[in-house]
Each structure stands twice: as C-alpha cells, then as structure tokens.
C-alpha cells in the first residue's frame, strides 16, 4: 500500500482544514488508519485512527471535540477534518495504515505503512 498525504497549508487559528491520505492498492479496506504528527523537537505523537469499516473510531484528548476521522473505501482514501484549530496544532502531519488493526492503534510501531506527510501550520 502507498500512501499519499495532502491538504495541509497555513491557517489562522480557529480556522478548518481537511487533510486527506489517498491509498493506492485494492485491499484498503482491509487496513486500519491512523493519523498522527509531529511537532519539531517533539516525537510523533497519534491524534486519530479509524477501523477498516470506518465503524471506530479513536481520537487523542488534545484533538477530541476538534477533529473528526472518516474514510470513503470506494475511493481509497482516509480523511481528517480539523476545527477550531490552536497553534499547538502546528506539526507535519502523516498518515498511515495498519493491516486488520489493532488494539494498540495510538503505536506508531504497530503501522505497517506510511504516508510522506503534509505541513499544517496554524499562526496565533
């Protein structure tokens, strides 16, 4: 699976951005997605993932209330809404993909793929 990863840009805060990760290969529906982002200086950190069927969903306390996860198996792609958007959201943010998933969905360890990331930056 290849994962590309786009939509970021620059945004006031409070401002919205969508961030989508188109996946090539027809077994999408199979993975699990994850995003997650880092900050510089600071480790990747998981801000949302979403089951194979788009039926679950997991969101860190920091984006919870702001963020929504969703994915279009049809279309092989995985979205993440971002709202009411705070500097601290500045990071370059990835996707990636876990086959089956996984109960450990907040480890990036446990992802078999990644995308190559997209920049949000969000000005005070």
């Known amino acids: 699976v290849q994962l590309q990863a786009f939509g970021g840009g620059l945004v006031l805060a409070g401002g919205s951005l969508r961030l989508s990760c188109a996946a090539s290969?027809?077994?999408?529906?199979?993975?699990?997605m994850g995003w997650f982002r880092q900050a510089p200086g600071k480790e990747r950190e998981f801000v949302a993932a979403?089951?194979?069927?788009?039926?679950?969903?997991a969101y860190a306390d920091s984006v919870k209330g702001r963020f929504t996860v969703s994915r279009d198996n049809a279309e092989n792609t995985v979205y993440l809404q971002m709202n009411s958007l705070k500097p601290e959201d500045t990071a370059v943010y990835y996707c990636?993909?876990?086959?089956?998933?996984?109960?450990?969905?907040?480890?990036?360890?446990?992802?078999?793929?990644w995308g190559q990331g997209t920049q949000v930056t969000v000005s005070s």
């Open positions: 290969g027809r077994t999408f529906s199979s993975y699990a």
């Open positions: 979403i089951s194979w069927s788009g039926g679950s969903t």
């Open positions: 990636a993909a876990d086959y089956g998933g996984s109960s450990y969905y907040y480890n990036p360890n446990e992802y078999d793929y």
